[in-house]
Structure formats: C-alpha cells, structure tokens
C-alpha cells in the first residue's frame, strides 16, 4: 500500500464495458468531474458480486463513481453469461493495457488481491493500493477514499462557467454565457475556454446523446468539454440551439457535391441532441 505521488492524467479512452447486462463502449471522459475509485480484478467468481455490490453503494453514497477492471475483455463474457451482468456499476475491460498503465496497475494479481487506485475530479491519481478481495478490504480501501475526499476536494472542485445565461455572438460565431451559472465542466485545453465552436469548413459539427448522470443532470459531451446541466439550464440552453439552427446557412459551409445531406438535416441533427 502506497501513497501515489504521480499525478498522472487519464487518458481519452472509449473501453469495452458491461453495464446492466449490456455489452457497450465506455467514454471515460464521461466521468471526469467527479471522484473515481477503479478497482482492478484478475480473476471474478459469483460470490464476489455481493461485496463489490456493496461497495459501489457506499462509495455512490459518498459521491463516487465505482468501476470495476479487468484485464482482458475475456472476463467480461464470462460474467455476461451469470446474474452477475446485471450490476449497477461498469466492468471494464482494457485490452491495449493503455488504461493499467496510466493507473500504475501491474498484472497480473493474486485471485484474493485487488489494486485500487483513487482519481480526483480532475482526472489525477491521489492514491494506489493493493488490498484483500472481502470486507476488511473494502472498508480499508472506503477509509482511504474518505481521507482522499476530505483532503483534496477543496483544492480540486471543478471549475465553473462564470454565467449563465447563453447567447449567440454572430462575430465570433460561438455560443457564450453572460450571466452567474451552476453548470460544471471537464478540464480542457486553453483553446476550448467557450463554451462550444463551429468546426473548420472541413469538419461539421458533430454532437453526443444527452444522458443522466449518477448527480441527477443531465449531461453533453462535446469533444474533451462534458456540460452538466439542471433541467433549467438545460431549457435554457435548448432555446440557444434553436437560434443557433437559425443561422446555419451563413455559417456551415455549402453543400459539397459528394454530401447528400441538406441544411435543414444539419438543423435537425442540432435539434436532436
């Protein structure tokens, strides 16, 4: 049991998952903003669900995000088959190893040894251990959590957009905030300090499906930028994308010969989201 002092950000991975009993791609960027508790297994036998279970519950409880990792994919298949599938929280599976070794996890791991790394909301390791696979271990591993929360939460609380209410500047054709907000976003880049931008003449705007999130809001990721909205916000923000579908035509370029779709598809394809 270490204390990491390698504040190494995640990486911007789309990993197979199984969630509910369904097989998927998993976003990790999906999760930034809040507290992260990854726990890595080698092995998974049926018993083991009821203490993971249990932890996810405690550290949902807490304000965590709980997921599960394994090694190969293979492992997802298998639980796919038992009852077990149908947990609450995400399997993750990491093929390519680019996520174990972001998180310092070294496989392969005793069948009754779990490696747990903690990240804060802004994506940093603050802490790694290795513990037993039953209920001693998982409470040691939730007092550390709680240390971690207690003791970092004030110097890494996500950022927030300094307004709120949205509106659209024709001039620089982006989507800015004017008045105080509530709405969280993920770290980003200095070059994504709006809101959202048009894409170059090459690239048209692509969008995401709006989900819940485990805080209750509604949220929409736009490259590396995850918005969390109330519905109010969110009400909001549905008002600007309709004045903005009202200019496209000056500002998406024109149809190439070789694209099928029309402006008003491009309308709909914002409307959508």
């Known amino acids: 049991m270490t ?62 995000k709980f997921l599960v990792l394994f090694p190969s994919p293979t492992s997802l298949h298998t639980i796919r088959r038992t009852q077990a599938s149908l947990c609450r929280f995400p399997l993750l599976a990491d093929p390519s190893e680019r996520l174990i070794r972001a998180l310092r996890i070294v496989p392969p791991l005793p069948a009754d ?54 509106s659209y500047d024709p001039e620089t054709k982006l989507l800015v905030c004017s008045e105080p907000s509530t709405i969280i976003h993920a770290t980003h880049s200095d070059k994504r300090n709006r809101l959202m931008t048009t894409h170059h003449n090459s690239h048209p705007m692509k969008w995401t499906k709006l989900n819940i999130c485990d805080c209750g809001r509604l949220h929409l990721t736009y490259g590396v930028v995850t918005l969390h909205f109330t519905r109010k916000e969110f009400v909001d923000f549905a008002g600007l994308i309709s004045q903005l579908a009202a200019h496209l035509p000056s500002i998406l370029p024109a149809t190439r010969p070789y694209e099928t779709r029309s402006t008003s598809t491009d309308q709909d394809s914002l409307l959508c989201c």
Not at 43 to 63: K, N, T, V, Y
């Open 3 to 64: 204390n990491n002092d390698v504040f190494a950000t995640l990486p911007k991975l789309r990993l197979p998952a199984l969630l509910e009993g369904e097989l998927q791609y998993l976003d990790l960027t999906s999760f930034m903003g809040q507290w992260l508790v990854f726990c890595c297994l080698s092995e998974f036998s049926p018993g083991d669900m009821m203490i993971l279970a249990r932890q996810d519950a405690r550290l949902h409880h807490a304000g965590a």
């Open 113 to 166: 040894r779990v490696q747990t790394v903690i990240v804060e909301p802004a994506g940093k390791i603050r802490y790694h251990l290795t513990h037993s696979l039953n209920a001693r271990g998982m409470e040691f591993m939730a007092e550390i959590f709680n240390y971690c929360r207690q003791h970092f939460t004030a110097e890494t609380r996500p950022s927030q957009w300094p307004a709120g209410r949205f």
